[in-house]
């Protein structure tokens, strides 16, 4: 059974302690002027759609770590006749999401790393520089298996060391000595990773 907690527009950003709240409470509070400012993750989620462009069309779709649903509401487009499913761990980003999109797209807040959702259940994950913030990506790339039904296909970009060297090298000259840009793993440690996860 998959289990869906619809996010009503006029939903609360919901409050909470530790790393993963302090992530959703942020990222809940650049919602409204997030899509604005998100031309990387465009370009990348643009790039992985056109990828998916000639695979056969999922019965399931989700949009794992969706955000304000800009890419949901791509998916929608791209397989009408599939079910989409936005997934977000932020409270207002579930909330500027479901403002923004038609009611076809349904909306679940959940963590990435324990996913409500059963076995076998989705045909395609979508999961567009998400990742990268996870403590834990492991336990992300296991939940993705977990719930890919066999022959599905699981989309995902992320953010690797030396992404971002032009932003760290501006921010080096304009503010020295301090830290402006996250740091991410090297490509290595990421394909050692999933060879590991999802050999």
């Known amino acids: 059974m998959t289990i869906y907690t619809r996010i009503e527009p006029t939903a ?6 530790g790393t993963k709240q302090s992530i959703a ?3 809940g509070g650049a919602s409204a002027t ?3 400012a998100s031309r990387l993750q465009k370009i990348m989620g643009d790039a ?12 399931s779709v989700l949009d794992l770590g969706c955000g304000t649903g800009w890419f949901s509401r791509k998916l929608a487009a791209q397989y009408p006749h599939s079910e ?14 479901a403002n923004q999109s038609p009611g076809a797209i349904y909306w ?7 996913l409500p959702l059963a ?5 395609l994950i979508f999961s567009n520089l998400m990742i990268q913030w996870s403590a834990r990506p492991e336990l992300i790339l296991r939940e993705c298996r977990r719930i890919l039904r066999p022959g599905g296909r699981l989309a995902i970009s992320t953010l690797l060391d030396g992404t971002l060297s032009e932003l760290k090298q501006a921010w080096a000259e304009a503010d020295p000595g301090q830290a402006h840009v996250n740091r991410f793993v090297p490509e290595t440690q990421w394909q050692a990773l999933v060879e590991t996860v999802l050999p």
């Open 48 to 59: 992985m759609l056109a990828e998916l462009a000639d695979t056969p069309v999922p019965e």
């Open 108 to 114: 679940l807040h959940a963590d990435a790393e324990q």
């Open 84 to 97: 989409v499913t936005g997934a977000d761990l932020s409270p207002g980003m579930l909330a500027e999401a």
């Open 119 to 123: 076995e076998n259940s989705v045909d």
């Open 25 to 27: 409470r942020g990222f």
């Open 34 to 36: 997030y899509d604005g």
């Open 12 to 17: 609360p950003v919901e409050g909470g302690t």
